[in-house]
């Protein structure tokens, strides 16, 4: 039985062994999603912010470091199922934008990932509507026009 545990260990500490030799060099992001050859290149430089938010709908702005192509939203309620999405409209400069997200359910929590031509900028972002009928919550960021 001790000879079996041993073998059992040596073979796989060759396993590893064989694998970081394959390996070294490389540098692996510590996450990877589907979209990972597209990903933008863009940088947010501000925001995203949720600059108004009211029981049915939501205003998020962000600036970027330079002018962006198209530009826009996905959301949902699960992170990993954001499916809505909203298209961003343009500052005069082209690096400041806004999205308004429409048609969502008070008192509920929603996940947003800007994009720019399909693939993510920045990480996911998060805001909870406001019960029915309350005011909305204005931010105290802005954007700059």
């Not at 694998?19 to 990877?32: C, L, M, R, Y």
């Not at 962006?68 to 959301?75: D, E, I, Q």
């Not at 909870?128 to 909305?136: C, I, L, M, N």
């Amino acid at each position: 039985m001790k000879n079996a545990i041993i073998l059992a260990t040596v073979v796989l500490l060759t396993f590893i062994m064989a694998v970081a030799q394959n390996n070294a060099g490389k540098s692996i992001p510590p996450t990877q999603s589907s979209q990972e050859g597209n990903k933008s290149s863009q940088v947010i430089t501000n925001g995203p912010v949720a600059e108004l938010v009211s029981d049915s709908d939501a205003t998020l702005g962000w600036s970027v470091s330079s002018g962006a192509g198209a530009m826009s939203v996905k959301y949902g309620t699960d992170r990993k199922y954001m499916n809505q999405t909203a298209d961003a409209t343009a500052g005069s400069n082209g690096s400041n934008f806004h999205a308004r997200l429409r048609n969502l359910t008070p008192e509920t929590q929603y996940y947003f990932q800007i994009m720019q031509n399909g693939a993510p900028v920045g990480g996911v972002g998060t805001f909870r509507t406001v019960a029915a009928g309350a005011s909305p919550i204005k931010s105290r960021a802005t954007i700059p026009e």
